[in-house]
């Protein structure tokens, strides 16, 4: 099983991002698939999740009304607008076959991609 994650980067304040999480191995349909970031010192946190049959789709209060999970075949995608100097983080994306986005959001998963780099600039 492999998640893949790419689409981080250096952005200014009030910029856009599209995180992309590429999996193999895994059926992604069958899955809660989410993205949780870190910054230095801190524990990972949940940012979101979408379920299998997009059934639930959840959202942190951070980036609430800023974010959009959505899926497409076997990746998955988070676009987040109007970013922040507080967004700056290494986002990973994860997946977890018992298809709850609490176990995601617990920082419980079964799979977890490498990582990318997310850096706002003011």
């Known amino acids: 099983v492999q998640l893949q994650a790419s689409g981080g980067g250096l952005v200014q304040a009030g910029g856009s991002l599209r995180l992309s999480c590429a999996a193999s191995?895994?059926?992604?349909?069958?899955?809660?698939v989410g993205w949780l970031r870190q910054t230095p010192g801190k524990e990972r946190e949940g940012v979101s999740c979408?379920?299998?049959?997009?059934?639930i789709i959840d959202y942190a209060d951070s980036v609430k009304g800023r974010a959009t999970i959505t899926r497409d075949k076997n990746t998955v995608y988070l676009q987040i607008n109007s970013l922040k100097s507080e967004d700056t983080a290494v986002y990973y994306c994860?997946?977890?076959?018992?298809?709850?986005?609490?176990?995601?959001?617990?920082?419980?998963?079964?799979?977890y991609g490498q990582g990318t780099q997310v850096t706002v600039s003011s």
């Open positions: 191995g895994v059926n992604l349909d069958f899955s809660a």
């Open positions: 979408i379920t299998s049959g997009d059934s």
């Open positions: 994860a997946a977890d076959e018992s298809r709850s986005c609490a176990v995601v959001f617990a920082d419980a998963a079964d799979y």
